[in-house]
């Protein structure tokens, strides 16, 4: 019977204030959303992550004709040279940390450049002896990476080493940077919601203080006076929190997977067991949310 009566009270001020309703469920679902969001972003950097830290290789340039003197004071890299580079790679030192490695020579490395380059005019000034020639290693650990730059900077014939992770971190830096703006963009809307919530339930209560005044003279407990107005502010906050689960969730399957995955293949994105993992916590933060700000809002007209 209780539960009964803090439904009708609750369904009586839903009524009563419809606009404002309407207004928590959808500055919680915006709010909840840009959650969503942020934590998705953060599970897609460190999807990304785990995929090409693992695809990463080492090059090491060797000399051409047009390096720069001070790292190629001999001009090309001699046959010598490049075999020193290929012993030291199977070498008992080294060969513990590679999974494999290869050679690309000027007109492989011309090959690639000009498959990347195709609707460019660059690629008809650009001379296959203009290209290094490198060796590429993958690593068993990307991780230890350093170990092969230790070993070949600054050898005979070697022009450079370079680690791909490198340019990895500056994508994930901007990719993190992105994440963090997210996440405080969902912090000034989450607050604006608890706000939202307070008013609304205090002018709720405000609008109902007479019948709050008798039951508190006919004995009723904060618990019984406060649980309806709580409630109130629930039902709000859930709906905007299910519809704010229900868009992240339709975001990451139908704009991820449907249509990022099948244009950008080359990459691994978060699909929907992510999602499911995120869903859960938008909605437990929603109800939890709403039931701390209704609390709050309720607590002056407990006082006796």
Not at 17 to 36: C, E, Q
Not at 39 to 55: C, S
Not at 105 to 115: I, L, N, P, Q, R
Not at 284 to 304: C, D, E, H, N, T
Request: charged share 15%.
């Amino acid at each position: 019977m209780k539960v009964l009566f803090a439904l009708s009270e609750s369904w009586a001020g839903i009524r009563s204030n419809v606009s404002m309703v309407i207004s928590i469920v959808l500055v919680t679902f915006i709010s909840l959303s840009f959650v969503g969001i942020a934590a998705l972003l953060q599970l897609q950097i460190n999807e990304m992550k785990n995929y090409w830290y693992d695809r990463a290789q080492v090059a090491v340039y060797m000399c051409t004709d047009v390096s720069p003197a001070a790292a190629c004071p001999t001009g090309e890299a001699s046959e010598a040279e490049k075999a020193a580079v290929d012993a030291q790679l199977q070498s008992t030192v080294l060969a513990p940390y590679i999974d494999q490695y290869y050679f690309e020579t000027h007109e492989e490395a011309y090959e690639k450049f000009s498959e990347e380059f195709a609707d460019s005019s660059v690629a008809s000034y650009v001379t296959p002896e203009q290209l290094n020639e490198a060796f590429w290693v993958n690593l068993i650990n990307p991780e230890q990476s350093a170990i092969i730059t230790e070993s070949f900077s600054g050898a005979a014939g070697v022009e450079q080493v370079r680690d791909q992770r490198g340019y990895l971190d500056s994508i994930f830096s901007f990719l993190n940077a992105g994440s963090i703006t997210a996440a405080a963009v969902a912090g000034v809307m989450l607050a604006s919601a608890l706000l939202l919530i307070s008013t609304t339930i205090r002018l709720s209560a405000f609008s109902r203080r007479r019948e709050i005044a008798i039951m508190r003279l006919v004995g009723a407990s904060n618990f019984s006076i406060r649980f309806p107005f709580v409630l109130e502010g629930v039902i709000a906050a859930t709906l905007g929190a299910v519809v704010s689960a229900v868009a992240v969730y339709a975001a990451v399957e139908f704009l991820v997977q449907d249509f990022l995955a099948v244009r950008l293949p080359f990459t691994s994105f978060v699909g929907a067991q992510q999602a499911l993992t995120v869903v859960p916590w938008l909605i437990l933060g929603g109800v939890i949310l709403s039931a701390l700000a209704s609390s709050v809002a309720i607590r002056r007209y407990l006082k006796v």
